[in-house]
């Protein structure tokens, strides 16, 4: 599996938008992108993936580069509750063993 | 509601004693996990197991055994043998037909404190 880079910390106001970034310029053409969040002392929980195209849910939407080297995961609302690791993983779908690898991720702080 | 169970929440052991963590799913899913958590850090994979009576070694197996006996349950041993139990440790699962998405349900974990 790709790796990947996270800034290790952002602060977000209340009802801004929070933009995560994550770099992943190793990418092979068959692995999708993946974001989970873990708040703190809970088990992550999945938020959303993609291959190339931009995708969106109820919770945040991804935005991929057009050469797939990097992307950015938007919160467009952001709430207190949405304080958390936010962990950027690229895989292919069914990976030996199905695994997820995560890296150190983004803490978002989102303040009042 | 379905979902995964861990427990207990907090765990304290003497060391060189084994435990075993409890991870039971009422989701049906075919494919159990074991990740361990340090401080700051991220998850990495302690076992899995995809299908009943089968199991394979993840990235930090040594010091751990697992069962799978039923498709519900995936019990987590940490033996003496663990030379760094103390950690947070989270069961997950999953199960096939998801398409790409292939989401990973997690518990609410088990914090092992080994004095």
């Known amino acids: 599996d790709a790796k990947t880079t996270q800034p290790p910390s952002m602060d977000c106001a209340e009802g801004r938008a929070a933009n995560l970034p994550c770099n992943h310029s190793t990418i092979s053409g068959n692995e999708y992108v993946y974001w989970y969040r873990q708040i703190h002392s809970q088990g992550p929980q999945y938020i959303i993936h993609g291959l190339k195209n931009n995708e969106t849910n109820e919770m945040a939407s991804l935005i991929i580069t057009e050469d797939r080297k990097s992307s950015t995961l938007i919160l467009p609302h952001a709430t207190l509750r949405d304080t958390a690791v936010y962990y950027c993983?690229?895989?292919?779908?069914?990976?030996?063993?199905?695994?997820?690898?995560f890296g150190g991720g983004t803490r978002l702080m989102v303040k009042p | 509601d379905g979902g995964i169970t861990q427990s207990p929440k907090y765990l304290f052991r003497k060391e060189g004693q084994n435990v075993t963590l409890s991870c039971e799913q009422n989701?049906?899913?075919?494919?159990m996990y074991w990740y361990r958590q340090d401080p700051g850090q991220g998850l990495r994979l302690i076992y899995y197991?995809?299908?009943?009576?089968?199991?394979q070694k993840g990235d930090i197996a040594e010091g751990y055994s697992v069962s799978r006996e039923k498709k519900e349950s995936f019990p987590l041993t940490v033996t003496s043998a663990q030379k760094n139990p103390t950690a947070f440790y989270l069961c997950a699962s999953s199960k096939p037909g998801q398409g790409a998405r292939n989401e990973q349900f997690f518990g609410p974990g088990t914090r092992l404190t080994v004095l």
């Open positions: 989701l049906n899913h075919d494919a």
């Open positions: 993983i690229v895989r292919v779908p069914y990976n030996a063993g199905n695994m997820l690898t």
């Open positions: 197991s995809q299908i009943v009576n089968d199991f």
